[in-house]
């Protein structure tokens, strides 16, 4: 699912299915805010809080300033005021955008934490986490001369094609403005980058902007040059022909960067444990982090392995890949609203389509509209293998019935379509805009197991089995992501992981270990999955026979996606305040 935070550089529309019903570890709730950079020169004149009263114009600007830093993220937020901006990405706005962050940093720390209220602090914890994911990858990784993918938003348009906002002249027209914005920008690209580049992140990038390439010259030259005036028309069609080109000189430039690319990807582990930190405000040594994996995953694996050995796998035909998507779809919307397994906040339900080409390095996404969003919209986007792909790997990139389930659920209901509409009720606007990697998909995850346990699916085992194989994975993910960064681990060492401890095949197994070299925060999955599990016991004891699913997970929801450590106790209080 995209999501409107930098915590993968736009990554954020992944994949299967997961679980497993062992019970598991109990996960540390240590959680720290991470503490701001050391102060530096403000840009401009800014006044510094000393009181908690100072606290919603310091909160109001910050989240102002983010937002102009990332007009997409504002955009799939439905905040229509950025349509046709794009962030400049020159040396000297990217060195002025540094200095807002760390003195953004500097004065949300100023800010005394006594007598805000719960919504106030939560705000201000999870800004305060929002620009140390962005000086994380801005400063520590040095994205803009080292991560080709921090410049993928100068080329994404899609907001305009998929959200009906407006009438389709007047997105047109935005997005010819925000195509002549980007191709004021695209220079810079090749100026800051500075190769040697990592060899696997820039291979997956170079196919990342030749299809949007793809996609400017395809479906959305198909869509938008029709729309206005001739001379809107020709306008369109010089400056989106101008756009395919940057993007299509961009990919064979990363092509041919490729051969002599490094591994300078690897974060190291002083970078890693930062990336903890910034990314989910966990601060605790990195034995116990990956002992917590490491324990599920063998539980997982234990019970896949002896459920395998008595269960077959159905495996999903091509030609009716999207119609049994669709089924299961439905087919789980009324299980969630029949078993009241959680709040259904809104009557609207998702598109089935293909992955547009530009995201087909995953198998599975969402594409939502944001909570401030005038008129809704959501497509569950599903990729067909290439067709050069070997016919075996071809059917194992698609994978079983039960596989489709438990994407279905993870992408859809109850998982990040339900939690993405219940992004529309958060009581502020910080909440709305904000939203943490390990509760995102960490819900999603946590959904496919507890959908299962709940009986979804259960007159054939191989959904469970499914929901296993799907764990599993995340399980792999959470492990290579420390062996890749902090053990000296390859991706071809990685890939073996996924195929020999987690039972993936060899297609998986190659494009999740190169995704971890890009994404070294998808472990998120199953540290939000451990996390929530571990809320709801604590829910259960707190609340014993009073306790439901619904209750929960309702309260879990309502107040956005933030790192679940920071609102456990608050879920806890809401739940006894009912009655």
């Not at 291979?203 to 029709?226: H, I, P, Q, S």
């Not at 290439?386 to 438990?406: F, H, I, S, V």
Request: aromatic fraction near 8%; glycine fraction near 6%; charged fraction near 25%.
């Amino acid at each position: 699912m995209r999501r409107p935070v930098r915590w993968s550089l736009s990554a954020s529309l992944f994949l299967l299915a997961c679980g497993g019903s062992a019970a598991p570890p109990s996960v540390p709730q240590a959680l720290v805010v991470p503490a701001p950079p050391a102060p530096h020169e403000a840009v401009g004149k800014r006044s510094t809080p000393s009181s908690a009263s100072a606290f919603a114009p310091v909160r109001d600007r910050v989240l102002d300033e983010l937002l102009a830093a990332d007009p997409r993220t504002a955009r799939d937020l439905g905040l229509h005021d950025y349509d046709g901006k794009v962030a400049p990405v020159s040396k000297e706005a990217l060195t002025t955008e540094v200095q807002l962050l760390q003195a953004a940093a500097t004065d949300l720390d100023a800010v005394d934490p006594a007598g805000l209220t719960e919504d106030e602090a939560l705000d201000r914890a999870e800004l305060r986490g929002w620009v140390a994911r962005e000086l994380f990858w801005r400063v520590d990784v040095d994205a803009p001369r080292k991560r080709p993918q921090f410049y993928q938003d100068l080329f994404a348009v899609d907001v305009y094609m998929d959200r009906d906002y407006a009438p389709l002249e007047e997105r047109a027209r935005r997005l010819a403005d925000q195509e002549e914005a980007a191709l004021a920008q695209v220079g810079h690209v090749r100026e800051n980058l500075s190769p040697p580049l990592s060899r696997p992140v820039t291979e997956v990038a170079a196919r990342n902007f030749a299809g949007f390439a793809t996609y400017l010259r395809g479906d959305v030259a198909r869509v938008m040059g029709k729309a206005g005036d001739e001379a809107q028309r020709r306008r369109f069609a010089r400056v989106n022909e101008a756009l395919a080109k940057a993007a299509d000189e961009t990919a064979a430039w990363l092509k041919r960067e490729v051969a002599r690319g490094d591994q300078s990807h690897v974060l190291g582990p002083e970078r890693y444990a930062k990336l903890l930190r910034a990314q989910e405000g966990l601060d605790l040594p990195l034995a116990e982090f990956e002992r917590m994996n490491e324990e599920n995953l063998q539980a997982n694996r234990k019970a896949y392995e002896a459920l395998a050995a008595t269960t077959k796998d159905r495996m999903v035909e091509e030609k009716t890949y999207f119609a049994t998507a669709g089924r299961m779809m439905k087919d789980a919307r009324d299980f969630v609203a029949s078993h009241r397994i959680v709040t259904l906040a809104t009557d609207d339900a998702p598109v089935v389509r293909e992955t547009p080409p530009y995201e087909r390095w995953n198998s599975a996404s969402l594409d939502v509209s944001g909570p401030f969003e005038a008129v809704r919209s959501a497509f569950f986007q599903l990729t067909i293998p290439d067709a050069k792909m070997p016919a075996k790997e071809r059917q194992a990139y698609l994978g079983t019935l039960g596989d489709l389930l438990g994407t279905t659920i993870h992408e859809v209901y109850p998982g990040h379509f339900v939690q993405g509409r219940w992004m529309e009720r958060a009581p502020t606007r910080v909440q709305k805009a904000s939203g943490s990697y390990s509760f995102i998909e960490g819900w999603a995850h946590y959904a496919e197991q507890m959908m299962i346990d709940e009986g979804l699916g259960a007159d054939d085992p191989a959904n469970k089995l499914a929901m296993l194989h799907g764990a599993l994975l995340r399980n792999c993910r959470f492990a290579v992501s420390v062996g890749i960064h902090t053990k000296g681990m390859t991706v071809e060492q990685a890939e073996k992981r996924f195929m020999n401890d987690c039972h993936q095949d060899a297609a998986t197994a190659r494009e999740q270990a190169v995704r971890g070299t890009f994404d070294p925060g998808y472990f998120a999955y199953t540290l939000g999955k451990l996390q929530i599990l571990a809320l709801r016991e604590d829910a259960k004891k707190a609340l014993g026979q009073r306790f439901s699913l619904q209750r929960f997970h309702d309260a879990l929801l309502s107040h956005g996606a933030p790192p679940v450590a920071l609102v456990h106790d608050r879920v806890l209080r809401d739940l006894q305040a009912e009655r």
